[in-house]
């Protein structure tokens, strides 16, 4: 059974940056694409980026643009989150998912696999 075990979370202060890591289990299907999705309180759950297996692609949300970077360890089997400057806004629960497709889609119903989520709470 595919794992996912999302690292990194925690209270941090505005205009300071994170970075958020998932983990993959060793049963996770090859060439899959994966991504981080995000739900603030009171809001739906929002795509934040993706990225395809061989890194060639990544996809990332308009509204974190330029504050956000993806990236990916298949020898490791994790998929890193960076994020800066970031804003009270950003304040949320971050899921990492896995779709064994490898289409890297903006969509959560593209994703099968999730994992249980790391908080993220900005400080003004």
């Known amino acids: 059974q595919v794992q996912l075990v999302e690292s990194g979370g925690g209270l941090v202060q505005a205009g300071t940056s994170l970075r958020l890591s998932c983990a993959a289990s060793e049963r996770t299907p090859s060439r899959s694409a994966m991504a981080w999705f995000r739900q603030g309180p009171g809001k739906e759950r929002e795509f934040v980026a993706a990225?395809?297996?061989?890194?060639?692609?990544?996809q990332y949300a308009h509204s974190m643009k330029g504050r956000v970077s993806i990236s990916r360890d298949n020898f490791k089997n994790t998929v890193d989150l960076q994020m800066y400057s970031l804003e009270p806004e950003d304040t949320a629960v971050y899921y990492c998912?896995?779709?064994?497709?490898?289409?890297?889609?903006?969509?959560?119903?593209?994703?099968?696999?999730w994992g249980q989520g790391a908080q993220v709470t900005v400080s003004s």
């Open positions: 998912a896995l779709d064994q497709m490898n289409r890297a889609y903006t969509t959560a119903r593209s994703y099968a696999y």
């Open positions: 990225i395809d297996w061989s890194g060639g692609t990544t």
